[in-house]
């Protein structure tokens, strides 16, 4: 491929700004030759103006359709992904998908399908794979120096509970919200989870309860290579996202700690203060968001691999609705039970 | 009780040793008049001299008998403690009584009757509530600013197996080891445990499978209050001691770090490098247990409540059981399916 | 005005392109019109076009005598500072310009003059200011919350020494060093120094010593209102960027540390590592180069006081000044000493 | 020498206590055979017999002709230690002598002098060498790995300012407060100093004045090996005793953090709240205190060299009277200028 790699943008929500911010200023290689989205509206189009996509239409297929699209990122509606990704594929184009593809495991399974026929490449969207400290953590246990895995460790928390209307549809804590420690555990240990076990709470907010969730969760995980894993999480956590991952291995442990509002403290004859970690995903993975559109458009320059793959989109869906099955059913749940 | 608290020593292994040194040299209002060992041998003799013991003996009931002591200090192997206690009570003698009380539950009921029917003070040796650093995360939970406890989370590991003759009668890694962590949730989060579920690996040593043990674990837990929590150990850290605690509550989170063998700290073109945390128990717990020998003095001679009772030193070892038996049976383990 | 700040660019060296590049990507308010560089060449033209630069020209009156700038940033070599101060302020444009403004006090003097004169607004680049630790503690400091300043220190080390060729022609340590931290002592005091007493050393490279410098520096300062403080600088700290201050105040203390290039650690056997400080300037002060440049471009769209004014352009020159005139002569200076 | 050292405390105030209860509860080496004090009351006798110190005695002379006493620990007003060091010199006795051992250096001198003849050993209570996070900082250093030291720091401040009566006689801050400071520098530099220059100020308490003193001071200092330096104190830091150092080098910088009152902190929607600083020297200091101790009794019998020596007792003082003069003068100080 010569020249500028040519997005498509789908959708022009919140994360699809971001990502068309992203690509326009920070990312030379790429341009956002064309955006769309069925709600398209003047503000919108300002949005898109302002950072220089020409052209802008309410109709996806406008997008799958253009000679000037080479790739797209789907950034609409969870239960449009697997579609779009269908879409792309015939069409010919690369993609790269927001996270999760589907919450339903044959529509993922189609969707890879398309791809792997249409031999373009697809990139998921879990962005902390790219986190400075999350990435300086993982390379230290693919190094392999501190020898094998032996437990790892998870803690994330929201700054505070989303709005009940999306409570409702989010597909709850695992499907929403643990699904990116599902990923982080795979992509730490290297090694694939085969049982999970869930421990769940309603403490947040009631109505949690009133749609079938928790707001509070821990999953103990098994993996392939032996390790196992513990992933804790919490709708509410007043003092700032907290993101922190941990792997003991055989000779040693490597952790990370949060990122903080800035790095100046305070010592009184009461307390000694210091920052707070940084507020919630845009702040932590500000980042991150631009490296993995970095890596993202270099794979496709270079025909290379993409650094987070389809079964990367895959693996985190089944152990998600496995941790769910275990919190239903009260007992582990092996990842064999779960359509593969 | 006017004057000193007399105390008889039962015991100069290592812990023994440890509590006699502190009670001669850091606690005035206490002395130790007789220790008694079985192995009684010239070192112990010279030891027990060099620190002020006037009388030594190989026979536990002269201590009992004895009308120069006051309190008895158990600090002799895990199977005799109960009987141990059962007989300082009859003999009207105060007591602490290192952990476990004992594994077998039914004993621990007949010394905990003993003690109440003789009406003296018990108090269990789980030491690291008296670590300043745990003892203030508990504080601030306690103190209630924080709102509702959310999650409670242990992390403890040790620097390196023990011999495989201490792991043949260890009782396993939930008595012998993860027994303090279940000690220190009951501590944090001011509520009994209700539900256990375990994870288990033989990761460090093969061994460990021989005694039907693991060398690595991860327990979620269930309280009475709606909290959840999980504990992970491993036998083997390299770097030390890792013995972290936090609590997630409604308004924030309280944890504590490692303590470090120093605070200094080198930056070089290659690397920062700081001090590793404190050893092991003896290093990182050494003010602790002279903390709680002087609580345990102070409530004997001002006839108040012991700070760590004979109800906390049966629940852990009943949460232990629990979490064996979750282990063997792989499912979660209600604690009212264990002897109370 | 109305619309966007419409900016010229005087000079496309390394700073020049780094505020070039940051006024198009992320200050939506602004965008640059042209760019003068007497040396302009093909690379700086196709930089130029890439980030929408729509006119580039050799002669740096282009600029002044455009319509379509507004303002200027003055990017170009210290010698230029003054005269291209003097030639926007005669033309009308706003003034953003790199520090120094001049090494000669009275070629500062006639530039403020000048400015004043045409009413135009000036900005000068202590970009230290916008960093978010050391404005952190420049708040705590200003809310008056601690009480009165009493110690103010900061410590400044570049990762290595400059090549020789710069060392020759850079005014010394002080003026183009410490220049920085004479201005950060002031905005953290929020008081004038009024007498410096220098300390300095030719440590890391013997050829510092060919030039009349210097490549370590300790120098203590007085302050208007009673506080006292002390700057250290070395050419070389091979860790990093060492950039930390510290205010001592009346009812405490607050200071900020260095923000390293992630938050993950390593603990072994042997040792505990993180990570390392920020490489150099461009890596700590990224953010803080954005935030300046906001900064002047809502004071001039909203005609407001630019947060760094030319006084606080001139009176680091002076202190600098002194400083060397203190290490020449071996005793403390006066600021009264210096022209003002 | 066979046996325990016998040891003569001279001295029951605060710091004698102190020597006297660590000698019989941390050093089996040594034992404490009698006390000498001229205000002895019952109080201190109690003291004495409580810790197992068999006889007390108003008068000194007792001490130096005691067949019981092997060395003797000078914890007098500091004007009696240099006729008590010569006392005990000519009684053949080693000494341990608190710090300084007199502000007049012909008084040293001729301490020093007697102590030389009599062939004994003399060890100044310079305590701080004997911190761990300060000791691994002069390690690192000492080892050579980072290459020449560059740039000394030392930052040391009190929680709060001593009574006006202390203040009246202690000599002044050089004297009395930086001297510990002067010491560190030697230390962590292995090199004398040569020259130092004084800027100071009364913030704290007006009345500091009166005396002819400051207590703010910042003391820039050269160094025979060609490194400089800084000490910054404060009589009043109200987080608690602020003891840092730092070792710019040529390969990297080595430096300590405050030790902490413990490890746990708490984050909320307002803040992050670790714990404060050790309050003081007792606090940060307890366990040195015991190594200088341990070190001095070792040194004598094993007829080992003392860690810290006579010379190490007289630079300091030479120093404070060098930057005592800087201050008064305004101007640098050569150590040469002063009585050697």
Redesign the interface.
Known sequence: MSGKLRIGLLGAGRIGKLHGTNIQ??V?EAEVTILADPFLNPDMEAWAA?I?IPNCTKNPEDVFASDEVDAVFICSSTDTHADFIIKAAAAGKHIFCEKPIHTDISKINEALAAVKKAGVKLQVGFVRRFD??????RD?VASGK?G?P??V?V?S?DPGAPPMEYVKVSGGIFLDMMIHDFDMVRYLSGSEVTEV?S???V??DPRFADYGDVD???V???FAN?????I?N?R?????Y?QRVEV?C????????????????????E???????TYFFLERYNDAFVSETKAFVAAVLEDAEVPVTGKDGLEPVRIAIAALKSLKE???VKLDEIEG
Chains 1, 2, 3, 4 share one sequence.
Request: aromatic content about 6%; hydrophobic content about 35%; glycine content about 10%.
């Open positions: 200023n920070f030379p302002s220089g400075r400290s999350h990435k300086a953590v230290v501190l094998k032996f437990v460790k803690c928390r076990c421990t769940g709470a403490l947040v509070t969760a821990i103990t995980l098994k032996g390790a196992i894993g513990v804790d919490c509410q956590a007043p003092y700032g907290d003991l055989e000779k040693g442990t490597v952790q990370d700690n949060n990122h903080l509002e800035n790095e100046a403290f305070v010592s009184t004859a307390t000694v203060e210091s920052a707070k970690p009260g007992r582990p």
